[in-house]
């Protein structure tokens, strides 16, 4: 037993002895991770700067450091203690950069371009009068500048503007002085060009005439007066600068702007006129030449088969019959109208005052007009039936035949049905009556009365002012036309 128990803490002890070297190997680990360097670099290994120019070197992860720098050219890039390198002269030169953290030293080279001042452009163009300006890149900071032209008869210089003073090509040097021992000369061949002139468009408007074709006219000088355009009819004026035609344009003036010009015309007076026939199916007329303030001779009614001639008008809605006797003042056109033989018109016409159409038939030759299925109606107004003429006199007969166009006339008389407000009755007890058929024949009135018992009727009839026709008439307001006593048989 004894044995057991020191193998048992034996195995404890080995237990906790494996634990303890996992913990130290872990922290181990750890310790040696979290005390890992990062790599020293620099940010950039080159650069450029121009002359006069700056630029820093960067280190990176050298916190704590001793750095040094040195540049393999001074007279092109020189560094001082903190980086900064300052370009010198155009060239190229090679910067070491030392470092030494605790126990570790790095070596490092930046190379650094020193950049030339050059024109942006080694050739150019530019108009004569014009100018341009010359553009210089990687300008030194500080710097005299001397700028001279091969020909300033061609292209004159100054402070970098180039102006044009005529055709051909001339070079343009700027001499870049930094210091006594440094200096750049650079060219640019400057092409001097001839400048289009402006010019402006000048457009002919010939209201109505012929076409005048535009113009094309440089700035300052003067346009061409056209050949006059032509308008049947018209006389040209001539050209004027406003659609109005209020100002007219002068042909010595200077164009400095795009014209529109427009024709001035008067009407032509002509001493003779045409004038045609339209027979409109008839026989061919020949036109007539009439002189202004002349008449025009009536010519033989022309024929037409089945028509009958009823005369020359002056528009072809056949509105104006034309007078032969009027002066001619402009060439016109005559229309014949015809009255075809075989069918006529029947005109129902109101006769209220209006003339206007109530109805119209065609009706063929020699047959029957047929009498309206509906009789007009008018407030206040008996129709009276169809009439020949306008004041009611002859009453058409329906069963005549028709040989020609027919006019009918509505014929009113006064009213013969019973209307409310004409007229009223009174009686006594549950009579029940009624009055129709009122008539009023210059000063006797005539009326039918009806009633269901015997009983007296006193009838008043009573009159509108202006026979029917005031808006404002009531049964209130009314005057006694005349009023009768009416004794039923019944009673009697």
């Given at each position: ?146 700028w001279s032209s091969s020909n300033s008869n061609v292209a004159a210089v100054s402070n970098g503007t180039v102006t044009g003073k005529s055709v051909g090509t001339a070079v343009i ?151 032969f006797s009027a002066t001619v003042s402009k060439n016109i056109t005559l229309y014949a109208r015809w009255a075809d033989m075989s069918k006529h018109s029947v005109t129902f016409v ?143």
């Open positions: 037993m004894c044995k057991q128990l020191k193998l048992k803490k034996l195995f404890v002890f080995l237990v906790t002895f494996v634990m303890l070297l996992s913990t130290v190997c872990i922290n181990t680990q750890t310790v040696e991770a979290a005390g890992k360097a990062k790599k020293i670099s620099l940010k950039t290994n080159a650069g450029s700067v121009s002359i006069g120019g700056t630029t820093k070197i960067k280190v990176k992860n050298a916190k704590g450091a001793k750095i040094t720098y040195k540049s393999n050219k001074k007279s092109v890039a020189k560094v001082n203690k903190k980086g900064k390198v300052t370009g010198v002269k155009a060239g190229t030169a090679k910067i070491t950069v030392k470092v030494k953290k605790g126990s570790t030293s790095k070596k490092f080279t930046y190379k650094v371009a020193v950049n030339k001042p050059t024109f942006l452009f080694s050739k150019t163009s530019v108009g004569v009068g014009r100018s341009t300006t010359l553009t210089i890149r990687n300008m030194p900071t500080k710097a005299k500048y001397k040097k700027a001499k870049v002085t930094v210091k006594k021992k440094v200096s750049y000369t650079l060219s640019c061949s400057v092409s001097v060009t001839a400048v289009p002139k402006k010019t402006y468009t000048v457009k002919f408007n010939s209201n109505g005439g012929s076409s005048v074709p535009s113009q094309i006219v440089e700035s300052g000088q003067k346009v061409s007066k056209p050949a006059d355009p032509i308008r049947t009819g018209y006389t040209f004026v001539g050209w004027y600068t406003n659609s109005r035609l209020t100002s007219a344009y002068n042909f010595n003036t200077a164009v400095t702007r795009n014209l529109t010009l427009y024709a001035k015309w008067t009407v032509e007076i002509p001493s003779e006129f045409t004038v045609k026939f339209e027979t409109n199916g008839g026989n061919v007329i020949a036109d007539q030449i009439v002189k202004r303030g002349g008449t025009v001779v009536r010519p033989a009614d022309p024929v037409r088969d089945g028509y009958v001639f009823e005369g020359w008008y002056a528009d072809d809605q056949f509105n104006q019959f034309y007078n109101l006769n209220d005052g209006s003339m206007g159409a109530y109805e119209m038939q065609v009706v063929e030759n020699e047959e029957k007009a047929v009498r309206p299925q509906k009789d007009p109606s008018r407030e206040n107004y008996r129709f009276t039936g169809w009439y020949t003429d306008e004041t009611a006199v002859d009453e058409y007969n329906f069963s005549s035949e028709v040989t020609g166009d027919l006019t009918l006339y509505a014929g009113w008389g006064s009213p013969d049905e019973n209307s409310e407000g004409v007229y009223n009755a009174t009686s006594g007890g549950e009579t029940i009556y009624s009055v129709t058929n009122v008539k009023v024949n210059e000063d006797v009135v005539q009326a039918t009365v009806n009633a269901d018992s015997s009983s007296v009727l006193v009838i008043s009839f009573l009159n509108k002012e202006g026979f029917f026709d005031k808006e404002d008439w009531s049964v209130e307001n009314a005057s006694v036309y005349d009023t009768v006593s009416v004794r039923t048989p019944e009673y009697c």
